[in-house]
């Protein structure tokens, strides 16, 4: 008997050891595993799509000096004055400390040198042409805040203090060098000699501020450029008047104070498709825009898409959840070229009814949601568009149990300091249609 | 006397320790509430688990309640036994095998009269232990995908009490009652596009079922069996919590919300046997039985059920000129064959199970006591229709423990 008990003890023993483990390569019955849990891809949900005008740009403090202009077909013509005041890093001549070494100084020349920042869009092959023109008002903003907007002007003189017909070479050359008007240059000369001119507040008493205007007569140019707003600077250059030696001096004036910098954007949509853009609170239906939506960045054209529908996916089932979504838009074929690039991506933000902007588009992480160019091209562009992941923003919108909804803003990256543009295809588009795919899960 | 309720109290502990560890993984255990166990006692899983015949007279009989009115007085039975079983999984392109052991029953039997019985048992009804590893499955009515991993666990136990009564020497009858409880737990990963879905479900099930039974010898070397287990309710409910992962962020959508959820029925099922005595060397059993799956209107939720028959042949082999004093002049020997053509349809195709076994009965030294200890090889399922052939080699061993417990001995 006891030799069996311990047989039996054994054999227990082996069997509390277990199991071999399973590596789950076995599955039978597919089509029944989705009994509990169904996996649903929703692409017929209506998605609206129109383009809303955005009020005020804030323009100042963008650190871009943006000039040129381009006009097309499409978004009609756009152009950018670029506004600044000037800061003086000293306001002092070169001597060695006695009176008569600076009665000696003379006046030189004196020239802008604009630093690319690598911004440009539109044709550089072709020429750009701007003037200098001297500001008749401080560079103070009329508004209550302290900040200047795409649709803040300043006036000017009508005298151009210099000028520049240029092939812009953004990415190849470092800067420009254009000459200004020796008259101005001796004035400001002559006001730091006689001391009349000591400090920032006697200088800009001086001298208001500058700005650069595009060209917009004969031939005008079919780019906007980018320049650098801290490097950029205005160089006056002295030496010693019969002097031995060819000794040459200079004064670098710049925008120390990037808020007095401004790009005022100004665009004229005359015969165009979204000439009659309505106010900032209300939209225009890609149905009355050749099923296309619209988004310039600058002078504040954007695009907006709405779900109307979306809360009906509640009833796809008792029980169910959106966990991924993905929208896909599409530019619409010729809108875009070499000269007038796609951007990489755009910026999504939340909306409410009257274009009022809650927050950027965030995922569940809490970090902004971006729409990402799919660069790889087929021979038709069929793949080519954003994607913006919204499963997130739409699993709220379908829960949300009061009557208001959201809807998304599409903006381009760089809006206040940039004139790229796009144009979308809605749901009905014939050759970019917007795509729009849910997946759903039921538990 | 003291040493044996040492050594009982010893058995009920290992095999209450092991009841946890038994698991039986297969594909099949997805449906319904898992893959069955077959836990029979005694010498029956060498006789093909044929046997409502059968009396239990030299261990328990847990085919038929009405053969506990055949208990011998004076006995106390205990059976416990558990299973070594190597399983080949194959399906279409892959093969995979797999050990596993398992407990099987713990159960003890003692006459209440000189003509009625009793007996208790605890045994697993079913494991729901599965495993899904990165299965890619098609998103309804698109070209898109998406990939699921799961696994069950758990699983329902039974646990039974039977008493058998008997109308002079010849008619028993039985009843049982079987008490179905347990719960099972799934857990779900579904991998769509950049999300993570989580689905954790634990399922309780509780419910009881009836048995009726009755034996009748109709002469001595033939006895006829039948029993009919009634159709009944196991009521369910489930707790489930979901969450998604997006962005590396968790968000919880439900969280442990208990609901209710269609129950699962169990079948009308009747079953009868023979078993014939050959010239005291040979005893042939033979059963049928019917499980009404069709009329209990399943829910889609535990699979497609179908009407079940299970045909169940056994022989068991004794010596003639039995001489007590030698061993191996005691020793049984069984061979059976059982064909079940399964309760479950999957992809239109039944899954069912064939097997053939060999078993022996070992006596303990003196007693009535002996060791079972039986061999089967089965196949279970099919390659095709997307199938999943399962052949599994099985060693049952069961201690059947009799005792002769209730004499007072005469000398101390």
Same mark, same amino acid.
């Given at each position: 008997?006891?030799?069996?008990?311990?047989?039996?003890?054994?054999?227990?023993?082996?069997?509390?050891?277990?199991?071999?483990?399973?590596? /789950?390569?076995?599955?039978?019955?597919?089509?029944?595993?989705?009994?509990?849990?169904?996996?649903?891809?929703?692409?017929?949900?209506?998605?609206?799509?129109?383009?809303?005008?955005?009020?005020?740009?804030?323009?100042?403090?963008?650190?871009?000096?943006?000039?040129?202009?381009?006009?097309?077909?499409?978004? =009609?013509?756009?152009?950018?004055?670029?506004?600044?005041?000037?800061?003086?890093?000293?306001?002092?001549?070169?001597?060695? /400390?006695?009176?008569?070494?600076?009665?000696?100084?003379?006046?030189?020349?004196?020239?802008?040198?604009?630093?690319?920042?690598?911004?440009?869009?539109?044709?550089? @092959?072709?020429?750009?042409?701007?003037?200098?023109?001297?500001?008749?008002?401080?560079?103070?903003?009329?508004?209550?805040?302290?900040?200047?907007?795409?649709?803040?002007?300043?006036?000017?003189?009508?005298?151009?203090? =210099?000028?520049?017909?240029?092939?812009?070479?953004?990415?190849?050359?470092?800067?420009?060098?254009?000459?200004?008007?020796?008259?101005?240059?001796?004035?400001?000369?002559?006001?730091?000699?006689?001391?009349?001119?000591?400090?920032?507040?006697?200088? @800009?008493?001086?001298?208001?501020?500058?700005?650069?205007?595009?060209?917009?007569?004969?031939?005008?140019?079919?780019?906007?450029?980018?320049?650098?707003?801290?490097?950029?600077?205005?160089?006056?250059?002295?030496? &010693?008047?019969?002097?031995?030696?060819?000794?040459?001096?200079?004064?670098?004036?710049?925008?120390?104070?990037?808020? &007095?910098?401004?790009?005022?954007?100004?665009?004229?949509?005359?015969?165009?498709?979204?000439?009659?853009?309505?106010?900032?609170?209300?939209?225009?239906?890609?149905?009355?825009?050749?099923?296309?939506?619209?988004?310039?960045?600058?002078?504040?054209?954007?695009?907006?898409?709405?779900?109307?529908?979306?809360?009906?996916?509640?009833?796809?089932?008792?029980?169910?959840?959106?966990?991924?979504?993905?929208?896909?838009?599409?530019?619409?074929?010729?809108?875009?070229?070499?000269?007038?690039?796609?951007?990489?991506?755009?910026?999504?933000?939340?909306?409410?009814?009257?274009?009022?902007?809650?927050?950027?588009?965030?995922?569940?992480?809490?970090?902004?949601?971006?729409?990402?160019?799919?660069?790889?091209?087929?021979?038709?562009?069929?793949?080519? /568009?954003? @994607?913006?992941?919204?499963?997130?923003?739409?699993?709220?919108?379908?829960? &949300?149990?009061?009557?208001?909804?959201?809807?998304?803003?599409?903006?381009?990256? /760089?809006?206040?300091?940039?004139?790229?543009?796009?144009?979308?295809?809605?749901?009905?588009?014939?050759?970019?249609?917007?795509?729009?795919?849910?997946?759903?899960?039921?538990? | 006397?003291?040493?044996?309720?040492?050594?009982?109290?010893?058995?009920?502990?290992?095999? !209450?320790?092991?009841?946890?560890?038994?698991?039986?993984?297969?594909?099949?255990?997805?449906?319904? !509430?898992?893959?069955?166990?077959?836990?029979?006692?005694?010498? !029956?899983?060498?006789?093909?688990?044929?046997?409502?015949?059968?009396?239990?007279?030299?261990?328990?009989?847990?085919?038929?309640?009405?053969?506990?009115?055949?208990?011998? *007085?004076?006995?106390?039975?205990?059976?416990?036994?558990?299973?070594?079983?190597?399983?080949? $999984?194959?399906?279409?392109?892959?093969?995979?095998?797999?050990?596993?052991?398992?407990?099987?029953?713990?159960?003890?039997?003692?006459?209440?009269?000189?003509?009625?019985?009793?007996?208790?048992?605890?045994?697993?009804?079913?494991?729901?232990?599965?495993?899904?590893?990165?299965?890619?499955?098609?998103?309804?009515?698109?070209?898109?995908?998406?990939?699921?991993?799961?696994?069950?666990?758990?699983?329902?136990?039974?646990?039974?009490?039977?008493?058998?009564?008997?109308?002079?020497?010849?008619?028993?009858?039985?009843?049982?009652?079987? *008490?179905?409880?347990?719960?099972?737990?799934?857990?779900?990963?579904?991998?769509?596009?950049?999300?993570?879905?989580?689905?954790?479900?634990?399922?309780? $099930?509780?419910?009881?079922?009836? #048995?009726?039974?009755?034996?009748?010898?109709?002469?001595? #070397?033939?006895?006829?069996?039948?029993?009919?287990?009634?159709?009944?309710?196991?009521?369910?409910?489930?707790?489930?919590?979901?969450?998604?992962?997006?962005? +590396?962020?968790? #968000?919880?959508?439900?969280?442990?919300?208990?609901?209710?959820?269609?129950?699962?029925?169990?079948?009308?099922?009747?079953?009868?046997?023979?078993?014939?005595?050959?010239?005291?060397?040979?005893?042939?059993?033979?059963?049928?039985?019917?499980?009404?799956?069709?009329?209990?209107?399943?829910?889609?939720? $535990?699979?497609?059920?179908?009407?079940?028959?299970?045909?169940?042949?056994?022989?068991?082999?004794?010596?003639?000129?039995?001489?007590?004093?030698? $061993?191996?002049?005691?020793?049984?020997?069984?061979?059976?064959?059982?064909?079940?053509? +399964?309760?479950?349809?999957?992809?239109?195709?039944?899954?069912?199970?064939?097997?053939?076994?060999?078993?022996?009965?070992?006596?303990?030294?003196?007693?009535?006591?002996?060791?079972?200890?039986?061999?089967?090889?089965?196949?279970?399922?099919?390659?095709?229709?997307?199938?999943?052939?399962?052949?599994?080699?099985?060693?049952?061993?069961?201690?059947?423990?009799?005792?002769?417990?209730?004499?007072?001995?005469?000398?101390?």
């Amino acid at each position: 008997m006891r030799k069996f008990i311990l047989l039996l003890f054994f054999v227990f023993t082996i069997f509390s050891c277990g199991t071999d483990t399973d590596a /789950g390569k076995f599955v039978v019955g597919s089509d029944y595993l989705s009994v509990n849990n169904k996996v649903v891809l929703v692409d017929t949900v209506t998605v609206d799509m129109s383009t809303i005008n955005i009020d005020s740009l804030l323009t100042s403090s963008q650190s871009r000096i943006l000039v040129g202009n381009y006009s097309d077909p499409i978004f =009609g013509k756009v152009r950018s004055n670029s506004y600044f005041q000037l800061s003086g890093t000293s306001y002092a001549l070169k001597n060695s /400390g006695s009176d008569t070494e600076t009665a000696n100084l003379v006046f030189d020349s004196i020239s802008m040198i604009l630093k690319y920042d690598n911004y440009y869009y539109g044709d550089t @092959t072709q020429v750009q042409k701007f003037d200098i023109h001297r500001l008749t008002q401080r560079v103070k903003p009329n508004t209550e805040d302290s900040n200047f907007y795409n649709s803040s002007t300043l006036s000017y003189s009508s005298e151009s203090l =210099g000028s520049i017909s240029y092939k812009p070479r953004p990415t190849e050359k470092d800067s420009i060098n254009i000459k200004m008007s020796a008259a101005f240059g001796e004035g400001i000369f002559q006001k730091i000699k006689s001391r009349e001119v000591t400090d920032f507040d006697t200088f @800009t008493e001086y001298l208001k501020g500058l700005v650069l205007v595009p060209s917009t007569s004969n031939s005008p140019s079919s780019s906007v450029i980018g320049f650098h707003t801290s490097t950029s600077k205005i160089r006056l250059y002295y030496s &010693k008047y019969k002097s031995d030696k060819e000794d040459s001096y200079y004064i670098d004036f710049s925008v120390l104070d990037i808020a &007095k910098q401004f790009n005022s954007i100004s665009s004229d949509k005359t015969g165009t498709l979204i000439q009659n853009l309505p106010a900032s609170s209300s939209k225009l239906s890609s149905s009355l825009t050749n099923k296309q939506g619209f988004i310039q960045s600058g002078t504040g054209v954007a695009c907006r898409i709405d779900f109307p529908n979306i809360k009906q996916l509640k009833y796809i089932s008792n029980n169910g959840a959106i966990v991924d979504a993905r929208l896909f838009l599409k530019p619409v074929n010729n809108s875009y070229s070499k000269e007038y690039p796609l951007a990489d991506s755009l910026r999504i933000y939340v909306a409410d009814n009257l274009n009022r902007l809650s927050s950027p588009l965030l995922n569940s992480a809490g970090s902004s949601v971006y729409g990402i160019l799919n660069k790889k091209s087929d021979e038709f562009n069929e793949n080519l /568009g954003y @994607t913006i992941s919204i499963g997130n923003f739409l699993q709220k919108e379908m829960l &949300k149990t009061s009557d208001s909804r959201s809807s998304l803003i599409l903006m381009l990256p /760089g809006i206040s300091k940039s004139v790229n543009r796009i144009v979308l295809g809605d749901q009905k588009h014939v050759d970019n249609k917007i795509q729009l795919k849910i997946y759903y899960i039921s538990y | 006397m003291k040493n044996r309720i040492v050594l009982f109290s010893c058995f009920i502990l290992m095999s !209450l320790t092991s009841f946890s560890q038994s698991i039986s993984s297969s594909p099949y255990s997805l449906y319904g !509430l898992g893959s069955l166990y077959d836990s029979d006692f005694g010498s !029956l899983p060498g006789m093909g688990s044929s046997g409502i015949a059968l009396p239990s007279d030299s261990f328990i009989n847990n085919l038929n309640p009405a053969s506990l009115g055949f208990m011998p *007085l004076n006995h106390f039975m205990l059976d416990v036994g558990g299973k070594a079983i190597a399983t080949t $999984y194959e399906n279409k392109t892959l093969t995979e095998k797999r050990n596993n052991f398992q407990f099987s029953h713990i159960a003890f039997a003692f006459p209440v009269t000189k003509n009625s019985g009793f007996s208790v048992a605890l045994r697993p009804y079913s494991s729901a232990s599965f495993k899904i590893s990165d299965l890619i499955l098609p998103i309804a009515d698109s070209q898109e995908t998406y990939s699921l991993t799961a696994e069950g666990s758990g699983g329902l136990n039974n646990f039974d009490f039977s008493y058998g009564y008997r109308f002079g020497k010849k008619l028993t009858v039985g009843v049982s009652a079987a *008490l179905l409880f347990g719960n099972t737990v799934d857990d779900r990963t579904f991998t769509i596009l950049n999300s993570i879905t989580t689905i954790h479900k634990r399922n309780d $099930y509780n419910g009881v079922r009836a #048995t009726v039974g009755g034996q009748y010898v109709i002469e001595s #070397t033939f006895t006829i069996g039948g029993t009919v287990k009634l159709p009944s309710r196991v009521k369910s409910s489930k707790v489930q919590s979901v969450e998604t992962t997006k962005d +590396g962020v968790v #968000t919880v959508i439900e969280s442990d919300k208990p609901s209710d959820i269609d129950d699962y029925y169990m079948p009308l099922e009747i079953g009868v046997g023979v078993s014939k005595r050959f010239k005291n060397v040979l005893n042939v059993t033979l059963d049928y039985e019917k499980s009404l799956w069709n009329d209990t209107k399943q829910s889609e939720l $535990y699979g497609d059920f179908v009407n079940q028959d299970r045909f169940a042949l056994g022989f068991s082999y004794f010596n003639p000129k039995k001489n007590f004093r030698k $061993y191996w002049d005691r020793v049984r020997y069984f061979a059976g064959a059982n064909l079940d053509t +399964g309760y479950l349809e999957i992809n239109g195709k039944r899954v069912n199970n064939a097997s053939v076994s060999l078993g022996i009965n070992l006596p303990i030294e003196n007693t009535f006591s002996a060791l079972n200890i039986s061999y089967s090889y089965g196949q279970k399922g099919t390659v095709s229709n997307n199938l999943i052939k399962e052949n599994y080699h099985k060693i049952s061993i069961n201690l059947s423990l009799d005792g002769i417990w209730f004499v007072k001995r005469k000398f101390e």
